[in-house]
């Protein structure tokens, strides 16, 4: 009698007792080779060798690097999950994107994106107007429009403007600062500073320390406003050889300027000589 024959001719229930202990065997061994497997994944044969930083580090020192990253590092070659160490890195200061890469023998490759400042970033609190010094703690907003935490000592040496606005707003204040800048810069200006009120109204404040309230509408609108302005506003204070100290853009036929003992509204209006 073959081994078939024989198999067919046990009982029903002895065959499924059989496959049963069949299965919790498979099942034994496949947990023993599992264990034996996450032991030896673990065994310093299998530590990291080294790692090799590459790319930006110019905000980051090895030592930083070491201090910040790798305590939150948890693995060998094998087991680091490269998603928790990608995160590990990422959560060091000044650094906007890291990706790991495995290299044999035992060596972790980390290429690194820092932030890059654009602009120092306030975040106004809800109602704050755009004449309101009522912000939140200071930020940093990077080439992209990302606001981002670091230590402000960093760039205390570099020019960089105040982005001041609601909260998400870091990004379109950045768009528009560099909108208007061209014109700014046409009257020998540069603007320090660019506030958006809650209610999307816009005020630009040059490095000298005319206020000019450009008022709301879209980029291209507002843009174009300062833009008028800027190619007029050399003829107004050369006609009265005085310096500008603010402006306001928020009227439908012209603007208003005030210069030093002088305010003029445009085109039409009358002149008031202050003594």
Do not use: C
Not at 177 to 191: D, F, N, V
């Amino acid at each position: 009698m073959n081994s078939a024959a024989a198999t067919a001719a046990l009982p029903p229930d002895v065959r499924l007792m059989n496959a049963v202990s069949a299965l919790l065997l498979a099942a034994l061994v496949g947990t023993l080779a599992w264990g034996a497997l996450r032991w030896a994944v673990r065994l310093p044969t299998f530590n990291f060798r080294a790692i090799q930083v590459e790319g930006d580090v110019s905000r980051n020192s090895v030592a930083s690097l070491r201090a910040n990253a790798l305590p939150r590092l948890h693995g060998s070659f094998l087991s680091l999950n490269l998603k928790e160490g990608r995160a590990a890195f990422e959560a060091v200061p000044w650094v906007r994107h890291a990706q790991l890469q495995r290299v044999w023998p035992m060596r972790l490759k980390v290429s690194l994106e820092e932030h890059r400042p654009a602009a120092y970033w306030e975040a106004r609190v809800d109602g704050a107007d755009a004449g309101s010094e009522a912000t939140a703690e200071r930020a940093l907003v990077n080439t992209f429009g990302e606001v981002f935490q670091a230590n402000l000592g960093d760039v205390e040496d570099e020019d960089l403007p105040v982005l001041a606005g609601p909260a998400g707003t870091a990004g379109l204040m950045l768009q528009m600062w560099r909108a208007l800048s061209p014109a700014a810069e046409k009257l020998g200006e540069s603007i320090d500073r660019l506030d958006l009120s809650g209610r999307g109204s816009w005020r630009v404040t040059f490095g000298s320390g005319p206020v000019i309230e450009l008022g709301r509408g879209t980029e291209a609108e507002v843009v174009d406003r300062f833009g008028r302005f800027a190619q007029s506003i050399t003829q107004v204070t050369s006609t009265y050889r005085s310096p500008l100290l603010s402006a306001d853009l928020r009227h439908a036929d012209g603007y208003a300027v005030k210069l030093r003992g002088v305010t003029v509204q445009t085109p039409g209006k009358p002149v008031n000589r202050k003594r």
